[in-house]
């Protein structure tokens, strides 16, 4: 809902250890994280949150873990070594 009168809350990131990433204690993590986040958003009326993936590692199962949350996903992240 970029431009527009509604105001929507981004995260460019949320950072869990990689000897957490794939187990179960790392996906609680992820979930109360996001939870977090959407508290503090809706307390400050946000109508969306967003979530941005920074990193190239394990899209498939990062995109089947938001979708199934209820995301959408809404465009892509670019990156250029210089």
């Given at each position: 809902m970029l431009y527009t009168k509604y105001l929507s809350s981004s995260v460019l990131g949320f950072y869990v250890s990689p000897s957490y990433r794939d187990t179960l204690l790392g996906g609680r993590v992820v979930l109360?994280?996001?939870h977090a986040y959407r508290v503090w958003?809706?307390?400050?009326q946000a109508v969306e949150i967003q979530v941005h993936v920074t990193h190239g590692f394990n899209l498939k199962k990062i995109h089947r873990f938001f979708k199934k949350l209820g995301f959408q996903m809404v465009g892509a992240n670019y990156s250029m070594e210089i």
């Open positions: 109360k994280l996001l958003a809706k307390q400050r």
